[in-house]
């Protein structure tokens, strides 16, 4: 680990509602250069649903977040040449990687009363399930065109390589649902933005957006407006 914040410093930080940074060592491969990690701690209150969504550091999360963070690797030019591919792939070869980053997102959405998960298609399918059986939510899954055999209602929504529509299927949110949205990566945000879109189009209310990697440098967080996002690594 390239960088190691003291637990005084952790504390001042949180107290103050500050991002807290590490870096980490790369997770190398014959395909690519290293590309480090970062894991986002931070802590946010969640105005519009009075939810005090406060992050408690604890050495071992911090411990968890590092084992999490290097087993994702990057592979270049892929789908399209220019992009840097975050394969979560990797992470799911590891048993204890994988089950931190569920109980990650458990611990932290356990008491917030979450009515629905929705999952991204398709990775969002890998992490909202386990999460939403944890917490006694019902899992939603938000398709690709044509993926649902019942009467949708669809999105259209850019991504950082092109465009592409989201479906769901009408009835499987009801309005009040108390709402989280899950994928594996946010970059420009468009994705995200599709899906709380649909979800408030049946009147939901998305309580906040999860994801285990966050592209900062193409700023889709700032296109969730004042909606919260929760992300455990950051690409740097």
Known sequence: MAAIISSRRLLSNLTRGTFVTT??????????SPTHFTPIRYLKTIASSNIAATTRIRNDDVDRIAKISSTIRIIPDFPKPGIMFHDITTLLLDHAAFKDTIDLFVERYKDMNISVVAGVEARGFIFGPPIALAIGAKFVPLRKPNRLPGEVI???YSLEYGTDIMEMHLGAVQAGDQALVVDDLIATGGTLCAAMKLLERVGAHVVECACVVELVELKGRDRLGEKPLFVLTSST
């Open 23 to 32: 870096n980490l060592s790369s997770f190398s491969s014959q395909t690519r």
């Open 154 to 156: 669809s999105e259209e």
